[in-house]
């Protein structure tokens, strides 16, 4: 385990299809974060759990948006109905808990709704 | 809403040169205020960082200068190399959840 996975690292999809995109943290984690980047921009934050549970979830994440973290381990984010806005980069990072974790991330989910 | 304003939007410094960027915060509550380096296709990796009861932290060419009453904070790296090149975020958070990013200062070190 050498880091944070996620999967596909790449997807385009027509608008008003879903996606689910996949992260996998470093085993030892029990707090992952999902981020969203657009070009040019830094990374917004949309959720963060702490184990299984779900504990923050910006106003960035609409309706559409859902994300869970089953048994603690690996999340999924999933986008229903999906929008030409929602193309951006989708970044997951995971952490120890504590206030001094160093959060490490993945190399993204490229989404591209045409 | 932009917690966090970061400057320049890019910057162009001659190897060996010394790299200044700098961030402004908003939230008295944020107490973890990290740097990360992006290179193009890969996701953030920190860099450094720190917190506010200190006013600098050097790890071997990077410094970050941390003003509380002004609330800003800046990363200046030294004898900067073209691998360097890269785009650096600033980020402030509580804690190390709901980080707030800055726009990112693209960086271009010349030979």
């Known amino acids: 385990d050498t880091g944070v996975s996620q999967d596909p690292r790449h997807k385009i999809t027509k608008r008003g299809q879903n996606v689910t995109f996949r992260c996998d943290p470093i085993s030892e984690h029990n707090r992952l974060y999902w981020y969203r980047q657009t070009l040019g921009q830094g990374p917004e934050f949309l959720t963060y759990f702490q184990n299984e549970a779900q504990l923050e979830k910006s106003r960035l994440l609409s309706d559409r948006f859902s994300a869970e973290r089953p048994k603690g381990s690996f999340s999924t984010l999933e986008i229903q109905r999906t929008e030409q806005g929602d193309s951006a980069m989708y970044l997951c990072?995971?952490?120890?808990?504590?206030?001094?974790?160093?959060?490490?991330f993945g190399q993204g989910t490229r989404l591209t709704v045409v | 809403q932009q917690q966090v304003k970061q400057s320049p939007q890019s910057l162009i410094v001659q190897k060996g040169g010394i790299s200044i960027i700098n961030c402004a915060y908003e939230n008295t509550a944020f107490d973890y205020f990290p740097w990360y380096q992006q290179f193009p296709g890969k996701g953030p990796a920190l860099l450094i960082a720190?917190?506010?009861?200190?006013s600098e932290k050097k790890e071997g060419r990077f410094t970050i200068s941390f003003n509380k009453s002004a609330k800003q904070f800046s990363l200046h790296i030294m004898d900067s190399q073209p691998g360097d090149s890269a785009t650096y975020f600033c980020a402030a958070s509580k804690g190390n959840n709901d980080m707030r990013f800055g726009a990112g200062t693209r960086l271009t070190v010349k030979p």
């Open positions: 720190i917190r506010p009861d200190v």
């Open positions: 990072a995971s952490s120890l808990m504590g206030a001094r974790a160093e959060a490490f």
